[in-house]
């Protein structure tokens, strides 16, 4: 999983964002549009970022097609502190 | 054809991967410097690295592959008496493309 979280927000472009991403699903669900608006990001942007993060079982859905919400996996809350670690390597 | 145009063609066809490679390589050196910005850790760190010595590798392969395009040799005398590397070389950097296509891919998504 380390592994994995390093090269999804530290090797791949966009890595940032979605860094972000999941410090804002770690407070709540939220839905791609919601997330869109919560971090100032274009729409698309952020349905790709969670396409990424969903097949890499980072996090999952609520399952419907409109408006879906988007959680942190399991896999991912029991990784959070790994996250941590790589996000406190953040400039400024 | 003959042994030489054989050569010659080969030779170009090198080169121009060796651009394409080169080409490649920054913008996964882009990519990489991007990020680097925002999150400065020994991994971030260590692909600007890896990406910028496989990048002068590149450019060190393409040099020597277009001496032989730039140096005037109108008999052609030179290239059929230095021409063993050029297959090699062609092979590596084909390998090379596939491989940064590949990470081309995973890196931009």
């Known amino acids: ?18 860094a972000k991403i999941i410090m804002k699903l770690n407070e709540r669900p939220f839905n791609a549009h919601q997330l869109a608006e919560e971090l100032d990001l274009n729409y698309k942007t952020v349905r790709h970022h969670l396409k990424v993060l969903d097949e890499n079982n980072v996090i999952t859905s609520s399952g419907q097609k409109y408006g879906e919400l988007y959680f942190l996996s399991d896999k991912m809350t029991d990784n959070y502190d790994v996250f941590n670690e790589i996000w406190d390597k953040l400039k400024g | 054809m003959s042994v030489l ?34 999150i400065k850790s020994a991994f971030t760190v260590g692909l600007l690295y890896f990406t910028s010595l496989i990048l002068i590798q590149n450019i060190f392969t393409t040099l020597y592959l277009a001496v032989f ?20 070389l062609l092979f590596i950097n084909i390998i090379q493309l596939v491989a940064l296509i590949f990470l081309y891919k995973i890196t931009k998504d």
Not at chain 1, 2 to 14: Q, R, V
Not at chain 2, 18 to 37: A, D, Q
Not at chain 2, 69 to 88: A, N, R, V, Y
Request: proline share 7%; glycine share 8%.
């Open chain 1, 1 to 18: 999983m380390k592994k994995l979280l390093w090269w999804l927000i530290a090797g791949s472009s966009g890595g940032p964002n979605r």
């Open chain 2, 5 to 38: 145009e054989n050569v010659l063609l080969l030779n170009y066809v090198a080169v121009s991967i060796g651009i394409i490679n080169i080409c490649l390589m920054m913008g996964l050196l882009y990519s990489y410097f991007r990020t680097y910005k925002e």
């Open chain 2, 69 to 88: 395009i730039i140096l005037p040799d109108p008999q052609g005398s030179l290239l059929l008496e230095i021409h063993e590397p050029i297959k090699p």
